[in-house]
T-cell receptor
Framework: TQLLEQSPQFLSIQEGENLTVYCNSS?????LQWYRQEPGEGPVLLVT?????EVKKLKRLTFQFGDARKDSSLHITAAQPGDTGLYLC????????????FGQGTILTVHP | DAGVTQSPTHLIKTRGQQVTLRCSPK?????VSWYQQALGQGPQFIFQ???????QRGNFPDRFSGHQFPNYSSELNVNALLLGDSALYLC?????????????FGEGSRLTVL
């Protein structure tokens, strides 16, 4: 079973600050996804990374996949209160992308 | 275009009871996966249904069972409820069971076991 460790577990920052969330495993990922979940809602896919060393940008969010495909990071520039939520990394397991192994999540709070 | 819909949104049961949760996939999707999310944790994979059969299963006891109907909708049944079954149950739909694509999650059913 692939175990994903996310850090930090909690992050409380002021509007305008930058932050980075990490997702690590002792196993190699075939691909990894990042999701954002708001209270009372299901997770929403932000990005999928597949190639080692890959960097993807989504507005103020930058996602990086480690060269060895064992770790990933999410960097947010100039955080805004609307970025508040639970950020989850997930690895595809088994033989189907329907079976995801999630990290425990990072709860981000951005204060105005 | 309706997304993934789940019912009920909230429910309360007592230990030993049985519960059935329902999910309608996003239009055009034929595969349904179920996840359990305890408070403050990431979702854990329960099982996946495709062509009305269970295709993959996570590390959950036989008390957790499911079904998929010809219209692709799905049910999750949990028997002999335990306090530890209290969680948000998420349904996710997708097209096919391949290694690429995107999961769309519903808003979940919040189950409280007293």
């Amino acid at each position: 079973t692939q175990l994903l460790e996310q850090s930090p577990q909690f992050l409380s920052i002021q509007e305008g600050e930058n932050l980075t969330v990490y997702c690590n495993s002792s196993s190699v990922f075939s691909s990894l996804q990042w999701y954002r979940q708001e209270p009372g809602e299901g997770p929403v896919l932000l990005v999928t990374v597949v190639t080692g060393g890959e960097v993807k940008k989504l507005k103020r969010l930058t996602f990086q996949f480690g060269d060895a495909r064992k770790d990933s990071s999410l960097h947010i520039t100039a955080a805004q209160p609307g970025d508040t939520g639970l950020y989850l990394c997930a690895a595809i397991g088994g033989t189907s992308y329907g079976k995801l192994t999630f990290g425990q999540g990072t709860i981000l709070t951005v204060h105005p | 275009d309706a997304g993934v819909t789940q019912s009920p949104t909230h429910l309360i049961k007592t230990r030993g009871q049985q519960v059935t949760l329902r999910c309608s996939p996003k239009s055009g999707h034929d595969t349904v996966s179920w996840y359990q999310q305890a408070l403050g944790q990431g979702p854990q994979f329960i099982f996946q249904y495709y062509e009305e059969e269970e295709r993959q299963r996570g590390n959950f006891p036989d008390r957790f069972s499911g079904h998929q109907f010809p219209n692709y909708s799905s049910e999750l049944n949990v028997n002999a409820l335990l306090l530890g079954d209290s969680a948000l149950y998420l349904c996710a739909s997708s097209l096919g069971t391949g290694m690429t694509g995107e999961l769309f999650f519903g808003e979940g059913s919040r189950l409280t076991v007293l």
